[in-house]
């Protein structure tokens, strides 16, 4: 449930959990396309809910976390994303580093990390 005021007015509505899965309306119902786009040569597919009058088109949830994590990459491959130096430390067996209290304070309680391997210097770390 979620409250919103509004001049001066407190309203309380509920949004329901499919309001952002497709087809959604716009001149009729929209229908799956694939698209692509190419960043820095390399191709990748996603797909949009299109309006089949306009052509005007619209993400779900679940296509509109990939185009964010395409977004992520093309930052990547153009070395635009923020970087951070961190002290790598060791204990005698592991090597570990400390995340910054900027980057944590938002975390609830996370429980594990997945390290996806890019090669033997680079990864990314993502937290759950």
Known sequence: MANKTLQ???MKFQVDKNAFKGPFRCHGTTILKDKEISVDGNTFSYKVWQCPKCKKE???TKQAKRMEMIWNIQKLLEDKAIALKRAINHDGKMYFLRFPKEITKTWKNPK???IKIIDEKRFIVEVE
Do not use: M, V
Request: charged fraction near 55%; charge should be negative.
């Open 8 to 10: 001066g007015e407190k």
């Open 112 to 114: 594990e990390a997945e």
């Open 58 to 60: 619209f993400l779900d």
